[in-house]
């Protein structure tokens, strides 16, 4: 098992690294840190060699990446635009393959939301055709897999379940995509712990939190407590990571990180 954390929720700052937080993740245990994709993309070439140059000085790897998109870059509705759409993957999937990146997240609402007037069908088939024509080129040169993010319906309005997620990742049939479960998005559309028996095969990510996105540092809830037991039965050793505001004491990611790795080891 190898056990992450994500900077996007943890930290206000978007548009740059906060090196403090990558230092704390560090000093926390973590066996990586996960960033999002689309902030790296934006860094100049002077600050992303400053990046690679202070993960390797910290030893600290980067598995997986989360936020593939940013909302300007539409894969639904009229305005998709392959040509720009290729531009930002070269770029983006070519720094994340020097920085270590072997998953990257594909949740990106603002991204995939489909305009209103579309049909769910038409959204899926957009969808689709991205990955195929785009994305899995992409994947196949830079040797990255993406896992698919089922999102929250409070702010999402396709791919909304790990089964939707399934029916995404069984209609490409291509090995660069696979799934991820995110299970506060879970917890948010009611679904049942227990689907995660049936999407296990495909499943290669998790993202964890408490609602609201609460680093869970004093004991799991009910549903996380469910969601981990069925995934430590099904034998699950891929990577995990929590998505999620940073604690509330200097020593809020080593605790939770140690209570998560108790639910795998115990």
Known sequence: MRYGMCTDIATATRDRVEYELVRRIK???????????????????????VLLKELKRLDLACDCSCNYFPGRIKVTGPTVNKAEIDAYLDKAMGRAQRMGVKKIVFGSNNSRNIPEGESLEQGYDEICKVIEDSIVPYCQKYGITIVMEPLRKQSCNIILTVKDGEYIVNRINKPEIQLLADLMHMQYNEESPE??????????????????????????????QKALKILKELGYDETISFESKGGTSPDSLKKALTQLKQQFCS
């Open 195 to 224: 689907d995660l028996r049936d999407v296990y095969p495909m499943l290669h990510h998790v993202h964890i939190c408490e609602m609201d996105r609460m680093l869970p540092e004093e004991g799991f809830s009910e549903f996380l």
């Open 27 to 49: 000093e926390a245990g973590f066996d990586f840190v996960e960033f999002p994709l689309m902030m790296i993309e934006t860094l100049s070439d002077e600050d992303f060699e």
